[in-house]
């Protein structure tokens, strides 16, 4: 049998935890004759308000019980939720039983996912697992052919403006909507409690994985026109575009996003003062200085063309001197942890300028999960987290670096971590000097961040590249000696690397033969 289109609403059960907006709404419902069935502070909250309202322990003849464990998980409300109003025998189950049939639920929840983000303990976060919302929001969502559901705030008033248009009853199409946004919430309540109970437990990956994803800004388009997009917000709070305050200019895009996150990543990597300049999620320009205006001049030397259109992320409070060397060019995006209000009011003459504030950094170090998507499957990885330091360094040639080149060494590492791979970063007095991104082979990379030295050189007027007298580092070990010669034609006096080849030695030996100083990490920084 069709499911009937408008549905007329006479009874409403409603039991929130937020209660925004709660005595407006439930004042709307009485005063178009909606009778309300309510529990605990819900019920409590509209009393106070003059509304009339109704105890379901009166309508179930069953007080709550278990410090409200129990209190909805009775036949009556269940009953009245999932009882089709077109079959006669669940009409004749209804009056041989006293169930009134519930048109309208209007549930959202125990705070749990509110009350994990504030470090609550674990028998706190036991209690705040709701289970009679979730048995209710299924049940309702499950007889939307005759029952409306609502899960979020922002849905009381589309509910309301239909009922008033159609004397009172919500039609077909809304009540699949709300059933499908309430099971999209559940499931993510599900997920955020698995997960968290998985973690527990000390299950990275546990038998079943889920993944919920809330507040979904529609993007105008993908990676490309012809594909849809849209950002979800997870339940991990890290500071970045997640979390950003957009300032001011366009709507970010899809590629703003991926690239911002990209940029403001390897910014944090940063200890000193630092600029990252990005194109395309690879870096064309990362600088640490005693300033960030410092920091931008340096950056923007390594490849000045790429950096046109690119994404410019800072570590400090950016101030006004550095905000007008970025406004001399086009970027598309600034992202820093805070602005001085001149930087501000420099950007303001930039009205398409994406500027994003975003009160915080993220800690590089932290654990957390990079998912990928497979043809029928995902791709899970933890985040990578890793870092070497001086002291778990091991000196494989007769010259050790000296203390500036081992600065700029472990920079060089750190830069690269973020480079797509193939990658060698060439780094001198700070900053970068020369990038190979992406490439199939080594030697390929060598020699394109080599070139990319010389046209910067030869842009700036200088008598020779920067990666003269620099450093090296790649992200993954040499498989031959080719890229290690590839690296010191270009001017490199250190090399850092993760080692592990089977031609280590060779490799060791043409080094030594150079007069360079080489170090391993045992550590690699694959990024695909």
């Not at 039609?171 to 599900?190: I, P, V």
């Not at 990079?370 to 001086?390: C, F, H, P, W, Y």
């Not at 020779?464 to 031959?480: H, I, L, Q």
């Amino acid at each position: 049998m069709a499911a009937p289109d408008l549905v007329p609403v006479a009874r409403a059960l409603i039991s929130v935890s937020d209660k925004t907006g709660l005595i407006e709404f439930a004042a709307a419902l009485s005063q178009m004759g909606v009778e309300i069935l309510s529990t605990g502070g819900t019920a409590k909250a509209i009393a106070e308000a003059g509304i009339p309202v109704v105890e379901v322990a009166e309508r179930t003849g069953f007080p709550e019980v278990m410090d409200g464990r129990v209190k909805t998980l009775h036949p009556v409300i269940h009953g009245g939720l999932l009882a089709r109003r077109d079959l006669d025998h669940h009409v004749a189950a209804m009056d041989a039983h006293g169930i009134a049939p519930i048109d309208l639920l209007v549930v959202n929840l125990y705070p749990f996912e509110a009350t994990r983000a504030r470090g609550a303990g674990y028998d706190e976060s036991v209690e705040n697992i709701d289970i009679g919302g979730p048995a209710m929001i299924r049940a309702a969502s499950k007889n939307h052919d005759f029952v409306t559901v609502i899960v979020d705030v922002e849905d009381y008033g589309p509910v309301l403006e239909e009922m008033r248009a159609n004397d009172g009853a919500t039609s077909l199409a809304l009540r699949r909507k709300l059933a499908a946004t309430a099971y999209g919430r559940t499931a993510a309540y599900d997920a955020a409690i698995a997960g968290w109970l998985a973690g527990e437990v000390g299950e990275v990956f546990p038998r079943r994985f889920t993944l919920a994803g809330s507040a979904p800004q529609v993007l105008r388009y993908g990676e490309n026109p012809h594909q849809q997009a849209a950002f979800y917000r997870t339940a991990e709070s890290r500071a970045g575009v997640s979390t950003a305050e957009q300032v001011q200019g366009k709507e970010l895009s899809y590629n703003n996003l991926n690239d911002t996150d990209a940029a403001f990543e390897l910014a944090a990597e940063l200890d000193e003062p630092g600029i990252a300049i990005i194109k395309h999620a690879n870096p064309c320009g990362v600088a640490v200085a005693g300033s960030l205006s410092d920091a931008w001049d340096a950056a923007l030397a390594c490849d000045p063309v790429s950096a046109f259109g690119g994404i410019v992320a800072a570590n400090r409070r950016m101030d006004a001197a550095t905000a007008e060397k970025i406004a001399a060019i086009f970027s598309e995006v600034v992202i820093a942890p805070d602005f001085d209000p001149a930087a501000l009011e420099v950007f303001a003459a930039k009205k398409n300028l994406r500027v994003l504030k975003t009160g915080g950094m993220p800690d590089p170090t932290a654990k957390g999960l990079t998912i990928k998507n497979l043809a029928g499957g995902l791709l899970i990885q933890s985040r990578d987290a890793g870092r070497v330091s001086e002291t778990e360094l091991k000196v494989v040639t007769k010259r050790a670096p000296s203390a500036a080149e081992m600065r700029d060494l472990l920079l060089a590492f750190r830069i690269g971590k973020h480079v797509k791979s193939n990658t060698i970063v060439y780094v001198k007095d700070g900053s970068t000097a020369g990038i190979g991104a992406g490439q199939m082979s080594r030697v390929d990379a060598a020699r394109i961040a080599a070139i990319k030295a010389k046209d910067a050189a030869k842009a700036a007027g200088w008598a020779e590249p920067r990666t003269v007298g620099s450093v090296a580092a790649s992200d993954a070990f040499f498989p031959f000696a080719d890229g290690l010669i590839t690296v010191a034609e270009a001017g490199a006096t250190a090399i850092i690397q993760p080692g592990g080849s089977i031609r280590d030695e060779e490799i060791i030996a043409a080094a030594d033969e150079r007069g360079l100083a080489m170090v391993l990490t045992g550590m690699r920084h694959f990024r695909h």
